[in-house]
């Protein structure tokens, strides 16, 4: 963490640069009668402020490239909170259908593999509409670790009772 000390007129006493979710930071901190104060803002933003001036509160400073690291100027671009949302969607979503030799195709939500419809089980809850979001195998290796958990937990609880009741007998 880099610090920089400024005067105590009001303005920032240090400021820090620390990562976080994959991209930097910039903190400004003050004390005004005993009082803390904090500014908060990413590096990137920072940086576009400092060369264009203030961005509006409605509009998110974005990496073209996509690497968060990368705060130069020429990588940086002004977008609405909802284009940035769009571009996320598009770049991570994949197709949850596809046609394979003929075979219409699913992707499991769990394992993320594309396969047959006929490997998802029909949704039990919302009315039975549509298949479930995780093939077959995946549920049941889900249910199998949590009927186990269930297991682990009534045992525990059991003998945590006995103890308690041997405790009171005291």
Not at 53 to 67: D, I, Q, R
Not at 84 to 109: F, Q, Y
Not at 119 to 125: L, P, Q, V
Not at 133 to 150: F, G, I, Q, T, V
């Amino acid at each position: 963490m880099k610090q920089f000390e400024f005067d105590l007129l009001g303005k920032p006493q240090y400021e820090y640069l620390e990562k976080a979710k994959g991209f930097y930071t910039v903190s400004w901190v003050w004390h005004i009668d005993g009082v803390r104060y904090q500014k908060r803002m990413t590096r990137g933003r920072y940086v576009y402020q400092e060369r264009y001036g203030v961005v509006p509160s409605n509009l998110c400073v974005t990496h073209e490239n996509g690497v968060l690291t990368d705060d130069r100027i020429e990588n940086l671009i002004i977008k609405t909170f909802m284009e940035h949302g769009r571009n996320h969607l598009s770049d991570h979503r994949e197709l949850p259908h596809k046609i394979i030799s003929g075979v219409e195709h699913r992707l499991c939500g769990k394992c993320r593999n594309f396969l047959p419809l006929l490997k998802f089980a029909k949704r039990t809850r919302n009315k039975g509409k549509g298949l479930n979001p995780w093939c077959m195998k995946c549920s049941n290796d889900n249910l199998a670790s949590k009927e186990a958990r269930l297991k682990y937990y009534k045992k525990y609880n059991k003998k945590r009772k006995r103890l308690i009741l041997d405790l009171s007998d005291n």
